[in-house]
């Protein structure tokens, strides 16, 4: 009865926003934009303009100018406190786009001399391009007052596992793409100015010859809390770049041969062992400015920079690390589907790999294959319904073919339907027969309507077979209904994974479940200079496995302030059943959290959560933990900057009882940037429960993305019975790679 109740209530809730949503489409109308104002027709220029972020050169005057910006935090629709004008223009090989950030308190300005990608805190510029003009994805091209670039792809998720916060700026967007673009910049008693050239081999556009792009361009002004765009933005609109403007470029466009070379050579050295060399090479090749071809050969994937620490003691389900390689990370987000089926670091020890993306026309598809030396094993379930959970380094090392094609036909602005297949053969030497293999594949899609509306869903099966094991075809779902307008939003989402479902190329923290949750949330707007906006939610999930036993049931109640300086508030409490062994365990618990840009030096975070938690081992039982935490970045000088990070977890064995664990993860990362090429950086990681101390050293020359030098040495030590770190294991180690583009 419980559950069907609350099936109503989510009917009920659908059919109040249908209303709501209706009654906003006026409001939503007072909000936008008329299209037409915002399409630029790009205008050539004979000669290019020098990129020095001067804006001194005559020829952005022939340019087209931008001027109408509008506010979109904190006062939504009102004008701007600072005055920005853009130009943009083109030739046959660039695209070219200026920015003049007034402001009446230069010396205000926050700006920093940071590498390339790790611009944080700053003023900036951001300019979004959907060369596509398909309301889906668009590249993103950052710089900040000291001209140090960022660059990304952004993806429009809806507010989906890939959304964050509250809208869609940069921190929703995948800056581990990377590309060659010019920039420069300079600050001035005006205030500062933006110059870029991107180069059109540089980006993937439609096979025609008059080009219509979609282009938003925004300022943040980090003191004032302040976000400015020039397709004005609503919170009536569900989505970001259905609110952008459109360039029109009617010239030809030199897209080049846009054939890649990068050679990489790396070396390490470990303790008394010789240098071991080794020499890699990564080759693209456009094969038309919509469809690129990539392919590796011995790929250098050593982890210059070391995962963040997580705690993992008494953690129920495997932790998730996110991807490093640059060879993975480039076009990731064509493979990305509701349910996770491609997790690339299950490729271990990859020999090679080969990757086909692009669009065309309304089509996107994407081919990657690669052959793992040393390839996890495929679990298959015991009689329990377990998984095998034997360790993969045990037993002989094997060989692995992973091949996953994915294709995606737009349907409308904003929706697609897709298709998936991953396959993954294991052998156990190269040449030898197939000892096993899983095989996954299925359709999903997104779709939105009203103006307010998202449904997307996933349907996938999988078969696996290892040894004299086959299954037969294992079916697994996932569906989301969201509706989000100016105050109100709604969603409800439902999952249904079997316990042998395999998906080995993928990543599923858990199985044998059939999850509903459902999220209810109003937005209060003061929209003033303290308080931006007060989001408080309710939600409730409810999980059974697969002999229809409540294994999870869930009640939430949280809250969300945004305002003065990039300040945010966090605060939840929740009542959880949880049924682990066999045991039924009901837990209480409260969390808090806040985030602060208070002054140009100075960020930071505090965390701090408590109540009832389990602990997982052979006896379960129900005890009390404590967790806090916190964080700085200090920036005492413009080139320089201190990250700490701390990290407690507290467990007793009942309330103010015995103590069983208590851990301190402390991290220290410190980069100090010589030149605007030039980068030394230093990682300490120190582990108190583990006994464990990891320090990193490098020294970072990186000219563009693709053309870099590293040398560096990293010391792990482990504590011994009397108290001395001892070094286990010491390594040094240096990468260079140069990067042509012809």
């Not at 510029?125 to 596509?132: G, M």
């Not at 993992?312 to 991807?323: F, G, M």
């Amino acid at each position: 009865m419980r559950f069907k109740a609350i099936c109503l209530v989510a009917a009920l809730l659908i059919c109040s926003q249908f209303l709501f949503s209706r009654s906003v489409d006026t409001a939503a109308n007072k909000h936008s934009a008329d299209p037409a104002s915002y399409r630029v027709i790009v205008p050539a220029f004979n000669n290019p303009p020098k990129i020095d972020g001067k804006l001194d050169d005559p020829f952005w005057e022939n340019g087209a100018i931008l001027e109408n910006f509008t506010q979109y935090e904190p006062v939504e629709g009102s004008e701007p406190t600072e005055k920005t004008v853009a130009y943009i223009g083109y030739d046959a090989n660039n695209l070219y786009i200026a920015v003049r950030c007034y402001d009446s308190n230069p010396k205000a300005i926050r700006a920093c001399l940071t590498q390339r990608d790790k611009v944080m805190g700053d003023d900036e510029v951001t300019v979004y391009l959907d060369t596509f003009n398909d309301k889906k994805r668009a590249f993103a091209f950052l710089v900040n007052p000291c001209g140090v670039q960022s660059d990304g792809i952004y993806v429009e998720s809806g507010g989906g596992r890939r959304g964050r916060g509250r809208g869609g700026g940069f921190d929703r967007i995948d800056k581990n793409w990377d590309t060659y673009f010019t920039t420069d910049a300079n600050m001035d008693d005006e205030g500062y100015t933006v110059e870029m050239a991107i180069p059109f081999k540089s980006l993937r556009f439609p096979h025609s010859q008059q080009q219509l792009w979609g282009m938003q361009i925004k300022r943040n002004i980090r003191r004032k809390n302040e976000e400015i765009y020039w397709y004005p933005r609503s919170r009536d609109i569900n989505g970001f770049l259905i609110q952008a403007g459109t360039i029109q470029i009617d010239g030809s466009l030199n897209k080049g041969k846009n054939f890649e070379v990068m050679p990489v050579v790396t070396g390490l050295k470990e303790k008394e062992e010789k240098f071991d060399p080794e020499a890699g090479l990564n080759l693209k090749y456009g094969i038309t400015s919509d469809l690129t071809a990539d392919a590796t050969i011995n790929p250098d994937f050593s982890q210059v920079e070391a995962d963040m620490p997580q705690i993992d003691v008494n953690q129920r389900y495997a932790l998730y690390y996110p991807e490093k390689r640059p060879f993975f990370l480039e076009g990731k987000d064509y493979f990305d589907t509701p349910l996770e089926l491609l997790y690339t670091r299950t490729i271990v020890d990859p020999a090679w790999g080969f990757k086909l993306t692009g669009k065309i026309g309304k089509t996107t598809m994407g081919v990657l294959s690669t052959y793992d030396l040393n390839a996890p094993a495929i679990n298959i379930p015991e009689e329990d319904g377990e998984e095998d959970s034997e360790d993969d380094d045990e037993g002989p090392i094997q060989k692995g073919y992973v091949n996953v094609f994915r294709l995606k036909q737009d349907l409308f602005t904003e929706s697609y339907i897709g298709l998936i297949i991953t396959d993954k053969e294991i052998r156990e030497s190269e040449g030898a027969s197939i000892s096993g293999y899983n095989r996954v594949g299925g359709v999903d899609g997104h779709f939105k309507f009203w103006n307010n509306y998202r449904f997307s869903f996933q349907v996938v099966g999988s078969q696996t077979k290892v040894g004299e094991y086959k299954s037969s075809l294992i079916p697994a779902a996932q569906f989301n209904f969201s509706a989000r307008g100016r105050h109100l939003s709604f969603s409800a989402d439902y999952s249904h994974i079997p316990p042998d479902f395999e998906a080995s190329s993928g990543f599923f923290r858990r199985k044998d479940i059939k999850s509903f949750n459902s999220r209810f949330g109003y937005a209060f707007l003061p929209m003033n200079d303290v308080i931006v906006d007060i989001r408080p939610s309710l939600q409730y999930r409810r999980i059974y496995d697969f002999n229809n036993v409540l294994t999870d049931e869930e009640y939430e109640f949280s809250f969300f302030m945004s305002g003065w300086r990039g300040t945010f508030i966090s605060a939840g409490i929740s009542r959880n059943f949880e049924r682990y062994e066999g045991i039924d365990f009901r837990r209480n618990n409260f969390r808090t959290w806040i985030r602060s840009e208070p002054l140009s030096w100075l960020t930071g975070s505090l965390n701090f959560s408590m109540g009832d938690s389990i602990y997982y081992e052979d006896d379960p039982y129900l005890g009390y933990k404590y967790s806090y935490g916190f964080n700085l970045t200090i920036k005492p000088i413009t080139n320089l900057r201190f990250f700490y990070d701390f990290r407690n977890n507290i467990f007793y064995k009942t309330k103010g009882g015995d103590l069983e664990y208590k851990i301190n993860v402390i991290t220290q990362r410190i980069s100090y940037q010589l030149t605007r090429y030039l980068t030394f950086r230093l990682i300490t990681n120190y582990d108190d429960y583990n006994k464990e101390l990891y320090n990193s050293i490098l020294l970072i020359y990186q000219l563009n993305p693709g053309t870099v030098f590293y040398v560096g040495v990293d010391d792990n030590q482990e504590q011994d019975d009397s108290g001395i770190y001892r070094v286990e294991g010491r390594y040094f180690f240096v990468k260079f790679s140069y990067w042509w583009r012809i």
